[in-house]
């Protein structure tokens, strides 16, 4: 059973940096792909970053040379790393976990199977 738990958001300054984490608190970490997708008022929701494990990843061109993903396996943990924020990052963050089929890199909701309850960013201008 995948459990995830988001935590690092807040509010931020435009130009500031944050650092967000997702952990998954159930039994196993095995899911080959994981993303970080958000979802801004009024808006749908758009992925961000993913990494699978045989250590390809895929940015939105919207934060790509700001925005790094990254996985702990050990810690059965991802994160997200958000340099050079901007008014526009402002979102509620989620993390997701692929479906066992996803074996690339996929910005599309529906290639994951497991979210967590998402974590709000605030950027003030």
């Known amino acids: 059973q995948v459990q995830l738990v988001e935590s690092g958001g807040g509010s931020v300054p435009s130009g500031g940096s944050r650092v967000l984490s997702c952990v998954d608190l159930g039994y196993a970490y095995t899911s080959y792909c994981v993303a970080w997708f958000r979802q801004a008022p009024g808006k749908e929701r758009e992925g961000v970053a993913v990494?699978?494990?045989?250590?390809?990843?895929e940015y939105a061109d919207s934060v790509r040379e700001r925005f790094m993903i990254a996985q702990d396996y050990a810690k059965k943990t991802m994160y997200l790393r958000m340099n050079n924020l901007k008014p526009e990052d402002t979102a509620m963050y989620y993390c997701a976990v692929g479906r066992d089929d996803v074996v690339k890199p996929s910005t599309r909701s529906d290639d994951f199977a497991h979210w967590g309850q998402g974590t709000q960013v605030t950027v003030s201008s």
């Open positions: 990494n699978c494990r045989d250590g390809s990843t």
